[in-house]
């Protein structure tokens, strides 16, 4: 067992991993990711506390998890341009944290890729509703899916009713048949 988590097991250390993300290249406090072919889905989950400087540019990023530079206190720095960014509804941490930054300059790169209308905006300067508007698409999708199931539902619930209806008429006559052809 590695001595650093077994003291840290006893309460020597608090269990803080530094590790270096896995296809990164890592010194004291720079993270070099540049053109690690990093994707969204293979970002590390955090970055070490003290990394100061982050290179994740020219990878497959199209957006930044929510709150990924949130706990980086002494982050001066993030590279993160000749990335793919799609400018929906993802991209809204990333354009906050951008416009938190101090010098926006270092960012004048980090350019939406879509959708067509946002197509090479800078990501600090686009307006919340630029962006909110990419999002709506998929909720009115999504609301004339439902009401078409409803309706199809509300279709084949009728029919069912009619069916019903008529089997009972048909078994009523059944029935007085029956009756009347035993008495």
């Given at each position: 067992m590695h001595s650093g988590i077994l003291l840290s097991l006893l309460g020597f250390f608090p269990l803080v991993m530094s590790t270096c993300p896995v296809p990164c290249k890592c010194a004291t406090n720079i993270i070099d990711c540049t053109s690690k072919g990093l994707t969204v889905a293979k970002l590390p989950v955090a970055?070490?506390?003290s990394a100061e400087i982050i290179h994740l540019g020219y990878n497959e990023l199209t957006s930044i998890p929510n709150g990924l530079f949130d706990n980086l206190q002494s982050l001066q720095v993030v590279y993160l341009q000749g990335n793919p960014w799609e400018?929906?509804?993802?991209?809204?941490?990333?354009?906050?944290?951008?416009?938190?930054?101090q010098n926006r300059t270092l960012y004048r790169d980090v350019r939406c890729t879509s959708p067509a209308h946002l197509q090479d905006r800078i990501i600090a300067y686009l307006t919340e509703d630029e962006i909110i508007s990419t999002c709506q698409y998929w909720y009115c999708s999504l609301a004339l899916l439902s009401q078409?199931?409803?309706?199809?539902l509300v279709f084949l619930q009728g029919l069912?009713?009619?069916?019903?209806?008529?089997y009972l008429q048909k078994f009523r006559r059944m029935t007085a048949e029956a009756r009347s052809a035993s008495m």
């Open positions: 970055f070490r506390p400018c929906n509804c993802d991209i809204l941490y990333l354009r906050s944290w951008l416009q938190w930054q078409l199931c409803l309706f199809i069912l009713v009619i069916f019903i209806i008529v």
